[in-house]
């Protein structure tokens, strides 16, 4: 998990023991500190990691320009640094962030890490995240022979009839105390539940914002 706390960012990641390259360099991933989706990579030196600790924002290291730059100074999609960790070797770097307009990439995607085969995709986050983009299309983009698309077209009732089911299913599941079935029917709630927040336009992140306030 992830901290904004910039006292325990310096606690965290001491800039001394951070192995740099030849040219004084360490690769920085960043990552979103919500979902997990691999945002960007860029360079850090000492004196970039050194900044990002003391402002709690991230800050890099051109090596075309040859100068520090800020991340976000002219698009205004600064952002705001969670944690950082590095990795069994300490000569790489995982910061995790929130991404201020969720738009990372100066092509406008939310990473920079969007083309396979030429085609441009949203970039994959943790199973619920991909889970919830489905949902989100189906929603947008009907088809008719999809079940979530039935389920937005016959509205709350049915929705949230299926979401009181399946919560009464778990229950069952573990009474029963059925490993197996215990999973199969909280993956069922959690499908109906991401459905309902669809529905709803609640983000997914939304929540998982939620528990992080709760986590501290």
């Known amino acids: 998990m992830f901290s904004s706390d910039l006292h325990s960012l310096h606690q965290a990641i001491p800039v001394e023991k951070i192995r740099y390259d030849e040219k004084g360099l360490v690769p920085a991933i960043v990552q979103d500190y919500l979902d997990g989706t691999v945002l960007m990579m860029a360079w850090m030196n000492r004196e970039s990691l050194q900044k990002t600790l003391e402002t709690g924002e991230t800050w890099f290291w051109s090596r ?4 520090l730059w800020h991340k976000g ?14 990795d ?13 307009g969720d738009i990372a990439c100066h092509t406008g995607e939310r990473s920079c890490f969007h083309q396979v085969d030429a085609k441009i995709v949203p970039p994959p986050g943790d199973t619920l995240s991909q889970l919830f983009a489905i949902i989100c299309d189906r929603r947008d983009h009907p088809k008719e022979d999809s079940y979530t698309c039935k389920l937005f077209a016959s509205g709350d009732n049915k929705i949230l009839k299926k979401l009181g089911e399946e919560t009464a299913e778990v229950v069952m599941a573990c009474k029963d105390d059925e490993p197996d079935a215990i999973a199969s029917e909280v993956a069922d709630l959690l499908y109906h539940t991401l459905v309902a927040l669809a529905h709803h336009q609640v983000d997914l992140k939304a929540v998982y914002r939620k528990l992080q306030e709760r986590r501290k």
């Open 64 to 67: 075309s320009r040859q100068e």
């Open 73 to 86: 100074a002219t698009s205004g999609h600064n952002q705001k640094v969670k944690g950082i960790r590095y």
């Open 88 to 100: 069994c070797d300490s000569d790489a770097l995982l910061v995790g962030v929130e991404q201020i």
